[in-house]
C-alpha cells in the first residue's frame, strides 16, 4: 500500500508548481534554483546561451561547447561568461559595515569560486535564482517570443489584468501582449532571496528573503536588421521589493571571453586587450594581434554599452556629458584641490533629504552636516577635500564627489584618472552654470531640456495618441506628463520640487517621461581589466572595490584578462525601480564597432521601433534530382506596417552550402563590413518599384527588384547531388522614401549547435538532392482533357509543384460558372464568372469559385500542383480565325462586324458557337420574320446566303435587314454599293428551352485602305468562316487524372549497370562534408552509394577479399536512392587508403559489383 502512496504524492508534487504558478501573482514568489533553465539568442549574427538568473555565456559542468559565437555558425567563440552584479553598501545587524554582492551563479554551477557565485556547503546556491512560473517547466527553455512552448501557462505578473487574467496562451512582450517586434525576445526574472552569506535583512515584512531585496526583470532584444544585427539588446529593470532603502548601490558586469578560440583551435587568451570611451559609454574587448588560435583574422572587437542607467540630478555635475555647450565652469583638479576654509569664507550648504543648496558663509563655530541620520562637523580653519565615493560634499562648494576617480602605480609613475575632469559644473557661489538645463538634468521639471520636441509630429497631447483631442494636442508647445494641479481632473498629491504632480500619463514625445536623454545618467563610471581569476566572484569587498566609480583602469594588457564595467553610485528606496539598457555588440574593428554602437543607442532612443518587417515567410523544400523545390506561403504579403500600412514588396531567395550564408556574394558597405547578402532569386510586385530605394542603410542603397510579379515557388535547378544546402525565403518591403524610411527584410536565421542540433526560422530549410532509387518514375498528371459539350477555346494547364503530394489514380474536374456584363459598347457579352477544382472521387471541392482568372494569376497549391488557366476576356469574335473564301478570283471581300446584337431596347446575347456563311442565288435561303422593336418588323425575305452552324452543323435562322437597298438586287447581303450602308443579318438560335432567341449581328465594315474601288459583296461561291473566343462557361468542364511517384520493378532490373560510387576515387576530402567540429582529427568522412534500388544490402571488401562493412539499405523515400558512408568499419574504424571492392545484391532486380579507391 505504501508503494501507491509514494507514486501518488510524487505525481502530486510534480504537478503542484503549474497548478500554484497559475494562480499566484509575482510578489508571492521567490527565487529557486531549480527554475534554472537554459535560453539562446540567435536571431541576428550574434549567438549565444544564456540562464534565467542574469548570467550569459555557458556553464562549463553542463554546457561546456555553449559558447558565445560571432558571426553565428562561424565556429569563432567569444563569450564564455558575461555575469550581472548588484553590490550594495549596507550595515548589517551587528553594525559592521558589508560590501554585499548579489551576482548570477556563473560559468561553475556549485560554484568553484573563480567564475562563480557563492555557494553553501551542500552546492545549494546562495545567488540570484529565477523566479518560477515564467516559463514552461516542460521544456525547461528560457521563455523567448518566436517558441511558444517555452512560454508558461500564465504569467504570474499579468494577474492584475481583469480582463485578461495571467495572460493564457500569449506572448509577454515588452511592447504589448502578443506584440513580437523584435526577431527574438526573451523574458525572466530573478532575485537574491537566496543570498543568506551576510547578517542582514533587507525585509523586514519578510525575514526569510536575505541578500538585497532586489529582483531583477530582464529581456533580452535580437533583430536581424542590417543596422544591429552585430547586438545583443538586454532591458534589466532592478526593483526594490524589500523595505530597506539602499542609499549607495553599484550595477556591474563581469564578461570573461574567450578571445581568439574556435572550435577547431585551442584558445587564444595570451593576448586579450580592452579598451572604453566614456563619452559613448562604451567598453570593449579585442585581440592583441587581431589573429585567431588557428590563424583566422580578424577576430575583431566585443564590446558593452551603456545605454541607459540611473540618473543623477543631485550632484551639481554634469554626468552624461552633454552640457559642453552651454554655460558653466570645467572641473579641473584645482576645482577639488584641498583648501583653507576660514569663518567669513563662502561655503554652500545640502539638504540632503532635498537636495535644495543655500549659499552662506562659514561660522567661526563651523557647520554640522546631516547624511543618512548622521551628523558630521566641520571646524572654520580646517583643510577641507573631497573624499571620492562617499555621497557627500566635503569641500562645502555645492558639487558632490567631483574627485571620483583612481590611482595606479607609485611615484614617481604613479597615474591618476579622474571620472569628472572637464565635465560642466555648477557654481553654486557665482551662479555659473545655474541656467545651463543639461546640467542635472532630470525627467520631471516640465522642460524639454535637450530641445528635441518637434511641434510637427510631436505635439500630440499629454496622452501621447494623436488625433485624440486630450489637453496639449496642437498647442504648440511640449506636453510634458508632469503638470501643474488643476491641468487634469482628479490629479491629487504632492507636488515635487518644481511645483509638478504625476498624471500618469506619458505626456508627449521627446519631454520627460518619454525622453530618456533628459536624466543626467551616470553612464559607464567604472572600467577594470583584472587577471580572470582575481578577484573572485564570492569575493564579496573585492567585487565592490572592482567596480568602484572612476576606477578606469586599463593597464594590464595583453594577458588572459577579464573585465569589469560598473554604472554607480545611485540609491535604490523600498518600491523604487532602476532601468539598465545594455547592448552586447561586435564589430571586425573599432570603426565598425562604434558604428554598431551608435546605430544600436539610436535604436534604444527610439525605443526600440524599428520600421517593421513583413511577416516572416513559411518554407517547405523539396529536394530531387539535382535540383530542390522551395514553396512558401503568402502571409507576408499581407503585413501592415504600423507606419508605412500595406508595404510589403517581394521576396528574396538564399542559398548557401554555409549556414552562415558565407559563400553567398557579399554586399558591403564603404568600410568594407558586409551589408547584405546577393540572393539567388528576387521576386517583386509589379507595382512600378523598381531598381534601388534612395535611403540608404550603412551607405548602402537596397535593390527592390524588376517588376517580376510575386510567385510562391521557385526550383533550384542548380543544386548538385550530394550537396547540404541551407535556403531562405525573405520577405522586404518597400520602404517610404518620402518618410526617410529605408526597405526592411525579415530575418534568415539558422543556428547549428556541434552536435548537429538546429534552430532555425520557418522560412529557412536544409536540403539535400540525392539520385532516385532504380526503376523510380515521377509523380504524373494525364493530358487536361475539355469533358465532351464543352466548348472552350481556352487552356488549363498545371504544374507539379510538390511532387511528394500527387495522389494516385485520382480524377479532377475544374468547372466553370458565367456571366454576362455590358462591355464598351454598351453591348451584352458573356464572360467566365469564376471556376471550382473538384476531386471527382470524393466531391471535395479543393479550390471553391475563384474568381482569379487573369493569364499568370497564381492559384493555391493543391495536393502537390497548381492549376493555370489562360482564358478569353470575354465571348467575341476571334478575328485571327474569321476570312473570307473566294470561289472564282482573288479579289477584295469588305471586312466584317461581328458582335451581339443591340438595338434600341433589344438586346442579344452572342452564343459560343462558330459559323460558316456560304452564298448562293436569291432563294438559297430565306430569312425568319423577326419583331426587333414596337416600331421595327423585318419580314421574312428570300436571300443568296445560307448559315450553319460549325460546332453542331446545323442550319442557323436569321433575320435579314436590308439597309443596303439597290433595285433589282433584293435578298442579296451587300454593303457600300451607296457608299454608306451595310446589311445586316441578325442570328437567332434556340435556348435551352428550344425558343428562338437574338444572338449575334453580322454586317459589312469599310475599308481603311482607301481601296474601296477594289472590294467586292458576296457571290456564288464565296464563304465566310466567322469563329469566336470562347470564354470558359458554365457548360464547360475539364478532366484529368494525377499518378504519385513510383518504382517500376522492370525499369530498375535495365538500370542496375547506373549504380555507381562517389566520389571515386576519393582524395583526401570532398566538398559535402560537414565542418570538423574537433580541435584534431580530419573529421567526418563521407562515401555516397547512388541509384541504388530502393532495397538492397551493400557489401565492401578490402582488396584481400576481407569484409569491411555490410550495410542493409531500405529507402523509405523512393526519390532518394543514395546511402552516406562514412567510411568506417564494421568495427568502427577508419579505413585506410586503398582500393575497395562493393557488391550490392538487390535481389530479383539483380546485382552490381564495382571497385572504388581511397587516395591519401
Known amino acids: 500500500m505504501r508503494k501507491y502512496i509514494v507514486i501518488f504524492c510524487t505525481l502530486v508534487l510534480l504537478c503542484l508548481p503549474a497548478v500554484l504558478f497559475g494562480q499566484v501573482t509575482v510578489d508571492e514568489l521567490h527565487g529557486d534554483e531549480l527554475y534554472s533553465y537554459r535560453g539562446w539568442h540567435s536571431g541576428n549574427q550574434l549567438r549565444t546561451t544564456f540562464y534565467n538568473d542574469g548570467f550569459v555565456g555557458h556553464r562549463n559542468s553542463i554546457h561546456p561547447d555553449d559558447i558565445g559565437e560571432w558571426p553565428i555558425n562561424s565556429g569563432h567563440n567569444y563569450i564564455n561568461l558575461i555575469t550581472y552584479f548588484l553590490l550594495a553598501e549596507v550595515k548589517d545587524t551587528d553594525g559592521i559595515i558589508r560590501h554585499i554582492s548579489s551576482e548570477s551563479n556563473g560559468i561553475h554551477t556549485g560554484g568553484n569560486g573563480d567564475s562563480s557565485g557563492d555557494t553553501r556547503e551542500d552546492g545549494s546556491w546562495q545567488t540570484n535564482a529565477p523566479l518560477p512560473g515564467f516559463a514552461n517547466p516542460e521544456t525547461q527553455r528560457v521563455a523567448m517570443s518566436h517558441q511558444t512552448n517555452s512560454w508558461p501557462e500564465t504569467w504570474p505578473d499579468k494577474f492584475e489584468d481583469t480582463i485578461d487574467p495571467g495572460w493564457p496562451a500569449s506572448w509577454n512582450g515588452y511592447f504589448g501582449k502578443n506584440i513580437l517586434n523584435a526577431d527574438q525576445e526573451s523574458y525572466y526574472l530573478f532575485d537574491d532571496y537566496q543570498n543568506d552569506e551576510f547578517s542582514f535583512f533587507p525585509d523586514t515584512s519578510d525575514l526569510e528573503r536575505r541578500g538585497l531585496g532586489l529582483r531583477g526583470t530582464v529581456r533580452g532584444f535580437q533583430w536581424s536588421n542590417v543596422l544591429v544585427e552585430d547586438v545583443l539588446f538586454q532591458l534589466v529593470d532592478i526593483k526594490n521589493i524589500g523595505t530597506y532603502n539602499h542609499s549607495k548601490m553599484v550595477f556591474g558586469i563581469v564578461s570573461g571571453p574567450v578571445f581568439g578560440r574556435s572550435v577547431q583551435g585551442n584558445g587564444d587568451g595570451s593576448d586579450d586587450c580592452a579598451q572604453f570611451d566614456l563619452q559613448r559609454k562604451l567598453g570593449w574587448h579585442f585581440d592583441g594581434d587581431d589573429i585567431g588560435d588557428t590563424g583566422w583574422t580578424p577576430v575583431g572587437c566585443q564590446g558593452f554599452a551603456y545605454f541607459e542607467s540611473p540618473g ?386 550603412r551607405g548602402v542603397e537596397f535593390y527592390l527588384g524588376d517588376d517580376t510579379g510575386i510567385v510562391h515557388s521557385f526550383v533550384d535547378s542548380t543544386a548538385r547531388n550530394g550537396q547540404t544546402y541551407y535556403y531562405a525565403v525573405t520577405a522586404y518591403d518597400h520602404g517610404d522614401a518620402a518618410l526617410g524610411i529605408a526597405p526592411s527584410e525579415c530575418s534568415k536565421y539558422i543556428a547549428i549547435a556541434l552536435d548537429g542540433s538546429v534552430e532555425k526560422g520557418r522560412n529557412v530549410g536544409i536540403a539535400k538532392p540525392e539520385a532516385p532509387v532504380l526503376g523510380f518514375k515521377e509523380a504524373n498528371i494525364s493530358e487536361l482533357a475539355l469533358v465532351e459539350g464543352g466548348t472552350a477555346n481556352g487552356a488549363v494547364g498545371y504544374e507539379i509543384v510538390n511532387p511528394t503530394q500527387i495522389k494516385d489514380n485520382v480524377t479532377y474536374h475544374v468547372v466553370f460558372e458565367d456571366t454576362i456584363m455590358t462591355n464598351a459598347a454598351s453591348r451584352l457579352v458573356v464572360c467566365t464568372k469564376n471556376f471550382s477544382l473538384l476531386n471527382a472521387l470524393t466531391g471535395e471541392v479543393l479550390i471553391d469559385k475563384s474568381t482569379d482568372l487573369a493569364r499568370g ?130 442570328f437567332l438560335e434556340p435556348n435551352e428551352q428550344d425558343s428562338l432567341i437574338i444572338t449575334w449581328q453580322l454586317s459589312l465594315s469599310a475599308p481603311t485602305d482607301g481601296l474601296d474601288s477594289l472590294y467586292r459583296n458576296g457571290m456564288p461561291g464565296d464563304k465566310l468562316q466567322i469563329k469566336t473566343l470562347k470564354p470558359f462557361l458554365s457548360h464547360d468542364a475539364f478532366e484529368f487524372t494525377t499518378s504519385a511517384r513510383t518504382v517500376d520493378p522492370n525499369l530498375a532490373k535495365g538500370e542496375i549497370d547506373k549504380i555507381k560510387v562517389v566520389p571515386n576515387p576519393y582524395v583526401v576530402s570532398n566538398s559535402w562534408e560537414p565542418l570538423n567540429p574537433y580541435t584534431t582529427g580530419r573529421g567526418p568522412r563521407e562515401l555516397h552509394f547512388i541509384h541504388l534500388p530502393q532495397q538492397c544490402t551493400i557489401r565492401i571488401f578490402n582488396i584481400r577479399g576481407q569484409l569491411v562493412q555490410e550495410i542493409d539499405f531500405n529507402s523509405p523515400d523512393v526519390s532518394d536512392g543514395t546511402y552516406v558512408w562514412d567510411m568506417l568499419t564494421k568495427d568502427l574504424l577508419d579505413i585506410s587508403y586503398g582500393v575497395y571492392i562493393y557488391h550490392v545484391d538487390a535481389g530479383d532486380l539483380g546485382e552490381k559489383i564495382g571497385k572504388f579507391a581511397v587516395i591519401k
Open 312 to 697: 543623477n540630478p543631485y550632484d551639481g555635475i554634469d554626468d552624461d556629458d552633454d552640457a559642453l555647450n552651454g554655460p558653466g565652469k570645467v572641473i579641473s583638479e584645482e576645482t577639488f584641490a584641498a583648501r583653507v576654509i576660514s569663518a567669513g569664507d563662502p561655503i554652500v550648504l545640502i539638504d540632503y533629504n532635498t537636495f535644495e543648496r543655500t549659499v552662506t558663509t562659514m561660522p567661526t563655530g563651523g557647520v554640522d552636516i546631516i547624511y543618512l541620520e548622521n551628523s558630521y562637523h566641520y571646524d572654520a580653519g580646517a583643510v577641507f577635500e573631497e573624499i571620492e565615493g562617499n555621497l557627500i560634499d566635503d569641500n562645502l562648494n555645492g558639487i558632490i564627489d567631483e574627485s571620483n576617480g583612481y590611482s595606479y602605480g607609485t611615484e614617481p609613475n604613479l597615474v591618476t584618472n579622474y571620472l569628472f575632469v572637464g565635465r560642466k559644473y555648477i557654481d553654486y557661489i557665482t551662479d555659473d552654470g545655474k541656467d545651463n538645463i543639461l546640467i542635472d538634468e532630470r525627467r520631471d521639471d516640465g522642460i524639454d531640456n535637450n530641445g528635441d520636441w518637434n511641434a510637427a509630429s510631436d505635439d500630440v497631447g499629454l496622452d501621447g495618441v494623436a488625433n485624440s483631442g486630450d489637453f496639449g494636442e496642437g498647442d504648440g508647445r511640449p506636453t510634458s506628463g508632469w503638470q501643474p494641479p488643476g491641468t487634469v481632473p482628479g490629479m491629487t498629491g504632492r507636488p515635487n520640487k518644481f511645483g509638478l504632480l504625476d498624471t500618469y500619463l506619458p505626456g508627449e514625445p521627446h519631454i520627460d517621461k518619454t525622453d530618456i536623454n533628459e536624466s543626467d545618467m551616470i553612464g559607464l563610471t567604472a572600467f577594470n581589466i583584472y587577471i580572470w581569476n582575481n578577484p573572485t566572484f564570492t569575493d564579496d569587498e573585492g567585487m565592490w572595490d572592482g567596480f568602484t566609480p572612476g576606477l578606469l583602469n586599463d593597464y594590464g594588457q595583453l594577458s588572459d584578462t577579464d573585465l569589469m564595467l560598473g554604472s554607480g553610485y545611485f540609491p535604490l528606496s523600498n518600491g523604487s525601480i532602476e532601468r539598465f539598457s545594455l547592448g552586447i555588440m561586435f564589430g571586425i574593428n573599432t570603426d565598425d564597432l562604434f558604428t554598431n554602437n551608435d546605430y544600436a543607442k539610436k535604436t534604444y532612443e527610439e525605443n526600440y521601433n524599428f520600421a517593421k518587417a513583413p511577416i516572416i515567410p513559411t518554407l517547405d523544400l523539396i529536394p530531387g534530382d539535382n535540383q530542390v523545390t522551395l514553396i512558401w506561403d503568402n502571409a507576408a504579403e499581407f503585413s501592415d506596417d504600423p507606419i508605412s500600412g500595406l508595404d510589403f514588396e517581394g521576396y528574396r531567395i538564399y542559398r548557401s552550402t554555409d549556414p552562415g550564408w558565407n559563400d553567398m556574394l557579399p554586399i558591403t558597405d564603404g568600410q568594407g563590413t558586409t551589408a547584405y547578402r546577393k540572393p539567388l532569386a528576387q521576386f517583386d510586385l509589379d507595382n512600378g518599384q523598381i531598381g534601388y530605394h534612395p535611403i540608404h542603410v
Open 857 to 986: 494569376a497564381e492559384h493555391p497549391l493543391t495536393d502537390g500542383f497548381v492549376i493555370k488557366l489562360i482564358n478569353a476576356d470575354t465571348l467575341k469574335v476571334h478575328a485571327d480565325s474569321t476570312y473570307w473564301t473566294n470561289a472564282s478570283d482573288d479579289s477584295l471581300m469588305y471586312p466584317i462586324t461581328f458582335e451581339p446584337y443591340r438595338y434600341s431596347r433589344t438586346n442579344g446575347i452572342g452564343q459560343a458557337h462558330d459559323y460558316l456563311l456560304e452564298f448562293g442565288e436569291v432563294g438559297i435561303d430565306t430569312s425568319l420574320e423577326l419583331l426587333v422593336s414596337a416600331t421595327r418588323k423585318l419580314p421574312p425575305t428570300p436571300v443568296n446566303f445560307t448559315v450553319k452552324n460549325l460546332l453542331t452543323n446545323d442550319k442557323v435562322g436569321f433575320a435579314f435587314y436590308e439597309r443596303d437597298v439597290i433595285p433589282g438586287e433584293e435578298g442579296k447581303f451587300t454593303g457600300f454599293t451607296d457608299r454608306t450602308r451595310t446589311d445586316e443579318i441578325i
